[in-house]
């Protein structure tokens, strides 16, 4: 069993910045891969981002890269989520989500690939 804790979410003006982080418990975290998925009012859960266990690959949805960065810490069991020139359209709920490692790229992409879930953190962009 892992649990998984989502923090600093909040609100924010188009352009600026926010720095997620998502803290596991045990002693395996870096057996996981680890990725960031949102869901926006009335829209599917999309994927963000994946990072690999050992930090080595990351991956990202067309729609953040070259705006959100994934990375990790299996020292402090954290993964982050660093979003920068955020827009209204990045407005969801944050999750991140534990994955089996060394894997495809479309495997990441599939959030049914994923274990365990946090509760969420809410991102509101403003225009």
């Known amino acids: 069993q892992v649990q998984l804790v989502e923090t600093g979410g909040g609100l924010v003006q188009a352009g600026g910045s926010l720095r997620l982080s998502c803290a596991a418990s045990?002693?395996?975290?870096?057996?996981?891969?680890m990725g960031w998925f949102r869901q926006a009012p009335g829209k599917e859960r999309e994927f963000v981002a994946a990072i690999s266990g050992s930090g080595g690959s990351t991956y990202y949805a067309n729609s953040v890269k070259g705006r959100f960065t994934i990375s990790r810490d299996n020292a402090k069991n954290t993964v982050y989520l660093q979003m920068n020139s955020l827009k209204p359209e990045d407005t969801a709920v944050y999750y991140c989500?534990?994955?089996?490692?060394?894997?495809?790229?479309?495997?990441?992409?599939?959030?049914?690939?994923?274990?365990?879930w946090g509760q969420g953190t809410q991102v509101t962009v403003s225009s």
């Open positions: 989500a534990t994955a089996l490692t060394d894997h495809s790229a479309s495997y990441y992409y599939d959030s049914s690939n994923y274990r365990y």
């Open positions: 045990g002693r395996t975290f870096s057996y996981y891969a």
